[in-house]
């Protein structure tokens, strides 16, 4: 059950978005993130909506895929929705009950419902184009400068990309606790929300102690190959900005400025 | 006493997985009696660890049956928990799953979760880590300061405490050193023999099975290729030998003699039995 | 000179409490002395507990002796300031092949140890390769680790430590949470490795059947070494074996039974090939 989270998971290719700079790719969320936020008509929501399916179209990431890593966020979706469309005043379209439907309500879920869904698939496009390690090189070069305040950036960016490696080995493994205990009758489903809780202490435990024991064989077996922080490290595949991704820049400005006058003029 | 497979098949999808979306069993038929203990065999990806899974309602059928003692368990009035406590599934590496403080406390968590009172919990749990050869004297002790095979074995004993009629092993000594591997199969044999609990086992062994199995099933690509005896499977050398699989190291042996000219009957897949089948060829040359 | 040098080398676990007094020590090596030759493919076998996990840590310099001294590629083992060079010497691949692989791409697992190094871009990208070919997974290079069999695991964790360009590997239970057939992958890449590029292997393992194809098979017990010969002597010390919690090969076995029952066969079989071969040659007499 545990298996379906696909989200972050570098998904393989050989794209023009795989190939971009991973700053690039970076830079290009974090814009496209702010102009989510900064789009408050349809037209705008429209614009991010085309913009985001043509770089799912160039990355060639499976659409199917890319839902698969919402399923994560489903309940979360959910709510917020509901939320939007129950609690907003404005003009009466139906009522029962406590409830009334406004027709600024309606706006306002479906507003919030794409803006989450594109800023989930946007985000983890990211993810899905680009190899941990790149990402892990794009956060440690293009944020090298906030070493200058004492932000360990290389240590950061390491983490992440050994979080990113290690998770569907412990989901997996989470996995399989569940199955070992629960043919130990261990009972996970029924119950109320303590006594359910209670029961998660025999899948917990192990998870941990497993988790313990796999870092600390890794950090030997990175010590092993001579890791010792990122003072004097070199790279394989350094990175280099190519013509492609000046262009994705110049695009992306475009898009920005797009945005903004789609929001602010109409 | 036994479980009957019946055109059991299996299909899921899997996007984590090694070779893709999806993992299947194709039409498995087997019986399993209580009396024999029965070891699944083949090569990894073979689905061994998927079929047992389905032994004690861990992962459900799409097509097929599992009768236990004639009962289909996926009936509406077969009851989950009771099934769970007479299948015992042990996973590999099992002693990572335990969480408690001390042995004991640990091994009770099954028992506790069959709804019994404190003082059988704790009765069947001091039988089972008796059962598994550990003394009163360790039961405070903590899962971490035992040795990976007395791991392995306290692990074990969490799931005898739940009193099953089958203990299922997947690949029980995967990782153990050679005290370890035997003492372990000694304590399985015991179990079998002297409590009568019924015994299958999972693993890649051919040479723990010979000793060991009255019966084998070689699964190759979630198929059963061969349900037989030991001598019998072992007969096959080389159509094992094809599914990246091998014959115990006697069998080996008794293939090359023949080769070799030496009039050997068959069967001879342990050395106990080979030495005697050897000795015999060179005395009947004496006379 | 030899390439790993022991001298009453010894290695205590240790614990302490909160006011840094010793509460429990535990030898789990004592006084070893040892020499290992360059080039030579050396299997170091015991149960569980005999040390032989310890030894294999002490020579990567992931513990320190307590007392005595290992010499590794002739560098002091002890000597903090020389750590990496050590380090480069002796590559090491571990037990479980999940936890010793870091990047989530085969090749740029590979690159690790050399990024770490600083070696040039265009270096790391031939050495990646070339280690890669070496242990056949070129093929993968490009794939996610999580894809890969437990015997790929391993020869890409061999790939990562070829990378490094030791003169030494160390196998430390490289075999023990593989198939038979991930096994066997392990193995004759161990073989290639010291056939093809003259390298130093120590394989650390409990089965006899991979220690019987060493150069060189060294038993350890309780901390100390035991036994230290060619398979063949090592092997047939039968009753020596046993007694270090350890089991002969089971063609040993056999012919000692044999020998028993009354057939005069030689000593120093250790395999079914070599046992066949005897027994024919009785038959024929």
């Not at chain 2, 099954?110 to 009172?117: D, F, I, S, T, W």
């Not at chain 3, 001294?69 to 750590?83: C, H, M, Q, Y």
């Not at chain 3, 695991?153 to 023990?176: H, N, Y």
Request: charged share 25%.
């Amino acid at each position: 059950m545990f298996r379906d989270i696909t989200l972050g998971q570098y998904y393989p290719g050989q794209s023009i978005i795989h190939r971009l700079d991973p700053r690039t790719k970076l830079l290009w969320t974090l814009v496209y993130i702010v102009s989510l936020f900064v789009a408050d008509n349809k037209y705008a929501y429209g614009a991010s909506v085309l913009a985001l399916a043509a770089v799912i179209i160039l990355s060639s990431v499976p659409f199917t895929h890319m839902l698969k890593g919402l399923k994560a966020v489903l309940v979360i979706l959910i709510i917020s929705v509901l939320f939007n469309l129950f609690l907003t005043d404005g003009r009466v379209l139906v009522s029962f009950w406590i409830f009334k439907i406004t027709l600024e309500g309606i706006r306002r879920a479906v507003f919030m419902a794409v803006r989450l869904v594109c800023l989930i698939l946007g985000a983890s496009l990211m993810t899905y184009t680009t190899t941990p390690n790149q990402l892990t090189d794009g956060i440690e070069r293009g944020l090298g400068f906030l070493k200058l305040i004492r932000v360990p950036v290389h240590e950061i960016a390491m983490m992440m990309s050994i979080a990113l490696r290690f998770i569907p080995i412990l989901t997996e493994e989470l996995d399989k606790i569940i199955k070992a205990q629960t043919a130990r009758g261990a009972d996970l489903e029924s119950g109320n929300f303590i006594k359910r809780a209670k029961a998660m202490t025999p899948i917990l435990i192990p998870l941990f102690v497993s988790a313990f024991r796999r870092a600390g064989d890794l950090a030997q077996a990175m010590e092993a190959r001579c890791y010792h922080g990122g003072r004097g490290r070199t790279r394989m595949n350094p990175l280099s900005m190519a013509g492609r991704d000046y262009a994705a820049i110049i695009i992306m400005f475009a898009y920005l400025g797009g945005i903004i006058v789609l929001s602010v003029l109409l | 006493m036994s479980i009957e497979i019946k055109n059991l098949s299996y299909t899921y999808n899997n996007p984590g997985s090694e070779n893709g979306s999806r993992f299947v069993l194709k039409n498995i038929s087997a019986t399993i009696k209580k009396d024999e203990i029965t070891a699944i065999i083949g090569p990894t990806g073979s689905g061994k660890s998927t079929l047992v899974q389905h032994l004690n309602l861990l992962l459900h059928a799409s097509e097929g049956d599992i009768l236990y003692d004639g009962r289909s368990i996926y009936g509406d009035d077969f009851d989950r928990k009771t099934l769970r406590a007479s299948v015992g599934l042990v996973f590999q590496y099992p002693e990572y799953q335990l969480f408690e403080n001390d042995i004991f406390t640990d091994v009770c968590f099954g028992p506790k979760n069959l709804g019994l009172e404190k003082d059988e919990v704790e009765s069947r749990a001091k039988k089972a880590l008796l059962a598994v050869g550990f003394s009163d004297s360790d039961f405070s002790r903590s899962p971490f300061e035992l040795s990976g095979g007395q791991r392995r074995r306290a692990a074990i004993a969490g799931v005898l405490a739940m009193q099953p009629e089958y203990l299922v092993l997947d690949e029980p000594a995967a990782g153990l050193d050679p005290k370890g591997r035997r003492e372990l199969f000694q304590m399985l044999r015991r179990l079998h023999d002297e409590n009568g609990v019924g015994i299958v086992l999972v693993s890649h062994s051919m040479d723990d099975v010979a000793d060991f199995a009255g019966k084998i099933l070689v699964l190759n690509d979630g198929r059963v290729i061969f349900d037989d005896t030991p001598e019998r499977i072992f007969s096959h050398g080389e159509e094992l030998r094809t599914v990246g699989l091998d014959v115990p190291q006697a069998a080996r042996l008794a293939e090359i003699l023949r080769e070799y000219g030496f009039d050997l009957p068959q069967g001879l897949i342990t050395m106990d039995r080979l030495r005697t089948a050897i000795t015999d060829c060179f005395n009947r040359g004496d006379k | 000179m030899p390439i790993i040098k022991a001298e009453n080398l010894s290695y205590d676990y240790v614990r302490r409490d909160e006011n840094d007094n010793i509460v429990d020590s535990i030898h789990a090596l004592s006084d070893i002395n040892l020499e290992i030759e360059e080039g030579q493919f050396v299997a170091v076998i015991g149960h569980n507990g005999s040390g032989k996990s310890t030894f294999a840590k002490l020579l990567n310099a992931l513990l320190i002796p307590t007392s005595g001294k290992l010499f590794v590629g002739g560098i002091d083992t002890a000597d903090e300031s020389r750590l990496w060079d050590i380090r480069r010497t002796a590559g090491m691949v571990f037990q479980n092949p999940d936890n010793q692989i870091i990047a989530s791409v085969v090749e740029e697992d590979v690159a690790f140890g050399p990024e770490n190094m600083g070696v040039p871009t265009e270096e790391i990208r031939r050495r990646v390769d070339a280690a890669l070919k070496t242990v056949g997974m070129t093929k993968f290079a490009k794939s996610s680790p999580n894809r890969l069999s437990g015997g790929q695991k391993q020869r890409v964790a061999i790939a990562g430590a070829l990378a490094i360009m030791p003169k030494c590997m160390i196998f430390d239970e490289s075999t023990a949470m593989l198939d038979p057939i991930g096994r066997a992958e392990v193995m004759s890449v161990a073989k290639k490795l010291n056939k093809e590029q003259r390298l130093t292997i120590i394989f650390i393992t409990h089965y006899m059947e991979e220690a019987a194809q060493a150069d060189r098979v060294i038993v350890m017990n309780k901390g100390k070494i035991v036994m230290d010969g060619i398979p063949r002597e090592v092997f047939t010390e039968t009753e020596k074996l046993t007694a270090c919690g350890l089991e002969p090969p089971q063609m040993t076995m056999l012919a000692k039974d044999l020998r028993d029952a009354g057939l005069a066969l030689p000593h120093g079989i250790i395999s079914a090939e070599e046992l066949a071969d005897a027994l024919r040659v009785l038959k024929g007499q």
